[in-house]
């Protein structure tokens, strides 16, 4: 897997202060994306163990609230998203959340059995940005069709409407 940045700290995706991992690569090529250069899954630096550690590292700070995983589609590299969410899980425990944004929508999320993936996040972000419904008042989303999941175990609840304190 490769990345193209890691950025801290980030307010815009996620509740409170968080480090965001930009994964490369995603197939969904949606009209009016604006991480376009995030598509390729040869762009950035290959997300080693080194960037990893130090990606941890900053996860540790206090102020920092937890992990935003974006890009991209951290979904299309699913194997490697699996792998590091178990040794985030196992590092911080529940000390430290995780968002997660994907172009895949939570069906086909669902659908594709990527249950072990989301049973390890806090926060779903799911579906293609739809420029045609893009709206910069909304939350931590881009489009309205996004839709924000609370993740629970053995299940989830749509939070899309609720107005999350900062
Ligand atoms: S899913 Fe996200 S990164 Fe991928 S094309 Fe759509 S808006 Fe861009």
């Not at 630096?45 to 102020?63: A, C, G, M, T, W």
Request: glycine share 10%; proline share 3%; net charge negative.
């Amino acid at each position: 897997m490769r990345f193209h940045r890691i950025t801290y700290p980030d307010v815009n995706n996620g509740i409170g202060c968080r480090v965001t991992l930009w994964v490369s690569g995603c197939t969904h090529h949606c009209k009016g994306c604006h991480n376009k250069e995030t598509w390729s899954f040869n762009t950035g630096r290959v997300f080693n163990d080194e960037y990893k550690n130090k990606l941890f590292e900053i996860v540790s700070l206090p102020y920092i609230k937890g992990l935003t995983l974006s890009g991209g589609d951290p979904l299309c590299s699913p194997n490697e998203i699996l792998g590091l969410l178990k040794e985030y899980r196992l590092r911080f425990g529940n000390e430290k959340d995780v968002w997660l944004y994907t172009g895949f929508t939570m069906d086909e999320i669902l659908a594709n059995g990527w249950q072990d993936i989301i049973s390890m996040v806090d926060y779903v972000v799911d579906g293609r940005f739809d420029k045609n419904l893009r709206d910069v008042t909304l939350p931590f989303r881009g489009s309205s069709n996004h839709q924000v999941y609370r993740i629970l175990d053995g299940g989830y609840i749509n939070v899309s409407d609720v107005l999350f304190d900062t």
